[in-house]
């Protein structure tokens, strides 16, 4: 079983940035892909970055050239957020399955999220 847990989630200014976390343990295997989504009040989930397991990385168009995946060797998962905009607050959610599921969207494993709040 994999647990995930996000940190990292703070209030700040438009053009602020933000680094996010996400903590795996139980021995997510090494073919996983992880994925961060985010999720605004009254809005549909939106899945904002993903990883593959050969380290190849997506965005999705909105955040494209203002955010960063990364992940490290022990399948912890990582976002570079710059250049924060009022339409970045949502609840940031860490996700991961093995590729050949996650490459199809469909994420099993989803951490407990982190509140980002950008105001103007």
């Known amino acids: 079983q994999v647990q995930l847990a996000e940190s990292g989630g703070d209030s700040v200014q438009s053009g602020g940035s933000l680094r996010l976390s996400c903590a795996a343990s139980?021995?997510?295997?090494?073919?996983?892909?992880m994925a961060w989504f985010r999720q605004a009040p009254g809005k549909e989930r939106e899945r904002v970055a993903a990883?593959?397991?050969?380290?190849?990385s997506v965005y999705a168009d909105s955040v494209r050239g203002r955010f960063t995946v990364s992940r490290d060797r022990n399948n912890n998962l990582y976002l570079q957020m710059d250049s924060l905009q009022p339409e970045d607050t949502a609840i940031y959610y860490c996700?991961?399955?093995?590729?050949?599921?996650?490459?199809?969207?469909?994420?099993?494993?989803w951490g407990q999220g982190t509140q980002v709040t950008v105001s103007t």
């Open positions: 139980g021995n997510p295997a090494e073919s996983y892909c």
């Open positions: 996700a991961a399955d093995f590729c050949g599921l996650a490459r199809r969207g469909d994420y099993h494993y």
């Open positions: 990883v593959d397991d050969d380290g190849s």
